[in-house]
């Protein structure tokens, strides 16, 4: 329904005036229900959050205390008498209708607060005088007590005289609110009680700054906690200080109030004062002792604060007071870092003059001009530079004004700072010029511009990076393009001996590498392992940058620091289409590496079946050999790869291949119980009683490392179970010697000699 007043013959219009022949006749006319909402009123009382109460027909009647409909309305329309009613009737005030909701409800907290709000003083004569015992626990209990607030805010001084008539301490401490309460304070004495919040009688006092009754609680014999601290440890001094009661703080001060001391946020009275710009307050404070340096719970002083807000007028007052000017706060910012931080221009010209140490550093190493440039703020920079600030102090990271100013690619504090003498060449804690952070931010007018103004260009940061270097890390073509122009020397090397070529290649930057090599780039030149620009292009597999370094002649069986080309670490990475590419391009597939393995070597020992067919279907040598003379099929037996091992066998390796101690695949098998091996070996004809240069057989090999499944094997496939190396011993004397017992046993049981011993 509307909230508008309403109209003389609405239904609402004869419930608020109990209209109640009116109310009989409608009713016949239209159906109401009763306890839907009817009627939407202010709130005036604000008990709840919203502006409105929302009131059923009944509600209505006891609002407005319309008796006569009420009483329709409960015998005819059977209608509850709730909660909500005997509240409502307080406000209508009709004793009737109070009665009757009295007969089914109890006197609430809720009834109490529209007592109070309401001043209806006869109810509330009667439930102190009948029903106190509910009064005083609204007013008592910590859990509920906003009962005293309700009689504050309404200000409802009779519920104050007939509580005190009651029981009189039960006005304390939040009587002192109320200034008529001066002569009962005066002529009786109350305990030093304590509300909810741990206020006292002076902190109610202050807080309504009522002045005379502060005078006479603090000069009565009542001994009142002129410190007593409330849950925010807030004083009553504090209170007056921020409500700039000068009579009531030189009042505390005369009977002993604490001036230092602090709140739960570490502020003193001095401090409040400030922040509420009571000047004068703060004169009285340091009159009487106020430490003016005190620190709060964030390490600010008060001068801090004035400066960060700007207050010239109390900066200056603190200072004539004697406020320590390069004080510093938590993070080691003083006054200047504060006015800075905020371009508070007249603050910080203040500060200045009265001696502000400008090159004084916080806690990360930041001047007050290193602090304006972070915030862009060149009028502020200007100001610090026309009084003397250091332009090339380093902060904790090593970087000066220009390097702040060109991570801010702001242009025109960079002219200014070198105009006042900025070194351009200066290096932050990494090594790096401003020149590097231009070109790492891809700033071409500002990498232009340092340039123009003397900067370096290979000057190189403490890992050896150019900004060439960076310019290639980043991507950056149009800052690539100025340095080249400016004369970068392309082929300096970083601390890894890698060159911007090498960085663009590991990141596929094809544009770029087109620029660096038409520029003079030296395409095979390597990095301290010895990498070029294409190995490391292959190597992360960018092919688009490997194509493109192969188009301008790059070596493609160029060696790295171990003897590895590109196409052994596509092997031993198995990047088949790597690979093929790579062959596809010329690369010589039976190129070795410093321990003489080709790239069949390297798929043969990491079992890289498809990459092994790949090199097979091209013209590589099967049978080369590594430094140790092992061939790929010695390899692909050592590791027991069957799929490789008869890969390579299909394809005409030579398995009587002997390595440089004369042992062919069947002596490498014999380590271990791979039958499969041994059958796919006796399956191309191999001799089973081959010897290696110590005169061993496969069997002697066997009997040694106790694989009794291969000894088995190769005694019943025909080997020569008496058959002598070079010392004269038989494979028995080999597994009795290594106490390879049932090796032994096996060995006697299909007819082996004992051996003659020979030393």
């Given at each position: ?50 502006n ?19 009483h329709?309305l409960l ?10 009613c ?7 005030r ?29 109810m ?14 609204w007013?008592?209990?910590i859990?509920?007590s ?30 002192a609110?109320?200034p008529q309460?001066?002569?009962i304070?005066?002529?009786?004495d ?9 206020r ?10 009522n002045s005379?009754?502060?005078?006479v ?13 409330d ?9 007056a200080?921020k409500?700039n009661?000068?009579i ?25 004062a400030l ?50 000017i ?9 006054a ?10 007249e ?23 290193n ?31 220009l390097?702040?100013?060109?991570e ?10 070198l ?11 990494d ?16 990498t ?50 890698n060159?911007?070529?090498?960085i663009?290649?590991l990141?596929?930057?094809?544009i ?26 292959t ?15 790059a ?8 003897g ?20 596809s ?17 390297i ?27 092992r061939t ?7 590791y027991c ?9 299909s394809h ?43 005169g ?8 040694q ?8 094997f190769l ?16 494979a028995?004397?080999?597994a009795?010697?290594y ?7 096996l ?5 082996a000699t004992?051996n003659?011993?020979?030393?």
């Amino acid at each position: 329904m509307s909230r508008q007043f309403p109209m003389k013959d609405s239904i609402e219009f004869i419930v608020m005036h109990d209209q109640i022949d009116k109310f009989k006749e409608y009713i016949t006319q239209k159906r109401i229900e009763p306890e839907l909402y009817f009627l939407e009123i202010p709130d005036m009382s604000r008990q709840f959050d919203c502006n409105s109460i929302k009131l059923s027909l009944i509600e209505a009647c006891v609002y407005f205390g319309s008796v006569n409909i009420f009483h329709f309305l409960l015998s005819n329309l059977t209608c509850q008498k709730t909660q909500n009613c005997l509240c409502y009737s307080i406000i209508g005030r009709n004793t009737d209708i109070i009665n009757e909701c009295l007969k089914d409800n109890e006197i609430s907290i809720d009834c109490l607060k529209y007592i109070v709000s309401s001043h209806n003083n006869e109810m509330l004569e009667y439930i102190i005088e009948y029903k106190y015992f509910v009064f005083e626990e609204w007013i008592q209990n910590i859990k509920t007590s906003d009962g005293f607030k309700y009689i504050i805010k309404y200000q409802n001084l009779k519920a104050v005289f007939l509580l005190f008539e009651k029981d009189k301490n039960s006005i304390v401490p939040w009587c002192a609110s109320f200034p008529q309460t001066i002569d009962i304070l005066r002529n009786n004495d109350f305990p030093d009680k304590t509300d909810y919040r741990n206020r006292n009688i002076i902190h109610f006092a202050c807080k309504s700054q009522n002045s005379d009754i502060c005078i006479v609680l603090l000069a009565s014999s009542n001994k009142f906690g002129v410190n007593c601290m409330d849950i925010k440890r807030m004083t009553p001094l504090h209170y007056a200080a921020k409500l700039n009661n000068k009579i009531i703080v030189e009042c505390l001060l005369s009977h002993g109030a604490d001036i230092n001391e602090k709140d739960y946020y570490g502020k003193t009275a001095l401090n409040i004062a400030l922040e509420n710009n009571n000047k004068e307050i703060a004169e009285l404070l340091l009159f009487y002792g106020a430490n003016i340096n005190e620190k709060d719970k964030d390490g600010k002083t008060v001068l801090h604060y004035a400066a960060e807000n700007n207050n010239k007028e109390i900066t200056e007052f603190l200072l004539l007071y004697g406020a320590d000017i390069n004080e510093k706060g938590e993070d080691g910012n003083t006054a200047l870092h504060y006015a800075a931080e905020n371009n508070n221009k007249e603050t910080l010209i203040l500060l200045l003059s009265y001696g502000a140490n400008i090159n004084e550093k916080d806690y990360y190493g930041k001047t007050a001009l290193n602090i304006a440039l972070e915030n862009n703020n060149k009028e502020i920079a200007e100001l610090l530079l026309f009084y003397g600030a250091n332009i090339n102090e380093k902060d904790y990271y090593g970087k000066t004004a220009l390097n702040i100013a060109l991570e801010n690619n702001n242009k025109e504090i960079a002219e200014l700072l070198l105009f006042y003498g900025a070194n351009i060449n200066e290096k932050d804690k990494d090594g790096k010029t401003a020149l590097c952070i231009a070109t790492k931010f891809n700033s071409n007018e500002m990498t232009e511009f340092l340039l123009s103004h003397g900067a370096n260009s290979n000057e190189s940061d403490k890992d050896g990076n150019t900004a060439h270097h960076i310019a290639a890390f980043y991507n950056n073509k149009e800052t690539m393009e100025v340095l080249l122009v400016y004369g970068a020397n392309i082929n300096e090397k970083n601390n890894h001996g890698n060159t911007a070529l090498h960085i663009a290649a590991l990141h596929n930057r094809k544009i770029l590498i087109q620029l660096l090599i038409t520029h003079g780039g030296n395409i095979n030149e390597k990095d301290n392992d010895g990498k070029t620009a294409l190995y490391i292009a292959t190597e992360n597999n960018n092919k688009e940058a490997a194509e493109l370094l192969l188009s301008y002649g790059a070596n493609i069986n160029e060696k790295d620091n171990y003897g590895n080309t590109v196409l052994r670490i596509a092997a031993f990475s198995d990047k088949k289409e790597t690979a093929k590419f790579l062959l596809s391009h010329g690369a010589n597939i039976n190129e070795k590496d410093n321990q003489g393995n080709t790239a069949l070597h390297i798929a043969a020992s990491h079992n890289r079946k498809e990459m092994a067919e790949l090199l097979l279907s091209h013209d590589v040598n099967l049978n080369e050999k590594d430094n140790y003379g092992r061939t790929a099929l010695h390899i692909s037996a050592d590791y027991c790869y069957k799929e490789i091992f008869e890969l390579l066998l299909s394809h005409g390796a030579n398995f009587n291949e002997k390595d440089n101690y004369g042992r062919t695949a069947l002596h490498i098998a014999a380590q271990y119980n791979k039958k499969e091996i041994f059958e796919l070996l006796l399956s191309h004809g191999v001799n089973l009683n081959e010897r290696d240069k110590e005169g061993n057989t496969a069997l002697h090999i066997a009997a040694q490392y106790n694989k009794i499944e291969t000894a088995e094997f190769l005694i019943e496939h025909g080997a020569n179970i008496n058959e002598k190396n070079n010392h004269g011993n038989t494979a028995l004397y080999i597994a009795e010697q290594y106490n390879n017992k049932e090796l032994a046993e096996l060995l006697l049981s299909h007819g082996a000699t004992i051996n003659d011993y020979i030393y």
